[in-house]
């Protein structure tokens, strides 16, 4: 199994920007496709966006399109989420997950593994 921890999640003015990172541990990380998951008080659990275990087919939410973008470093044993133009509906607690299938999924329970989340506010 693998072990998440998120990080780079704060407080910024809209339009802003964060970079937020996931680093994993355990059993080979090259073997996941990863995703980012966020959850606002109130809302269920909602997909950002994910990445094959390649790093190849980033999908992305239409809410976020054009404005994240998720990459990996297999390397580093780390996936990143880069968040551009934030604005307050962002606001949430970002979640990083693993899926031990081949190709990048969008729902939440297709992923076995999750970190504990990181607080990102977004403010007007």
């Known amino acids: 199994q693998v072990q998440l921890v998120e990080s780079g999640g704060g407080l910024v003015q809209a339009g802003g920007s964060l970079r937020l990172s996931c680093a994993a541990s355990?059993?080979?990380?090259?073997?996941?496709?990863m995703g980012w998951f966020r959850q606002a008080p109130g809302k269920e659990r909602e997909f950002v966006a994910t990445?094959?275990?390649?790093?190849?087919?980033?999908y992305y939410s239409d809410s976020v399109k054009g404005r994240f973008t998720i990459s990996r470093g297999n390397a580093k044993n780390t996936v990143y989420l880069q968040m551009n133009s934030l604005k307050p509906e962002d606001t949430a607690v970002y979640y990083c997950a693993a899926s031990e299938t081949i190709v990048a999924v969008t729902r939440s329970r297709d992923y076995e593994y999750w970190g504990q989340g990181t607080q990102v506010t977004v403010s007007s």
């Open positions: 990445i094959s275990r390649s790093a190849g087919s980033p």
């Open positions: 355990g059993r080979s990380f090259s073997s996941y496709a």
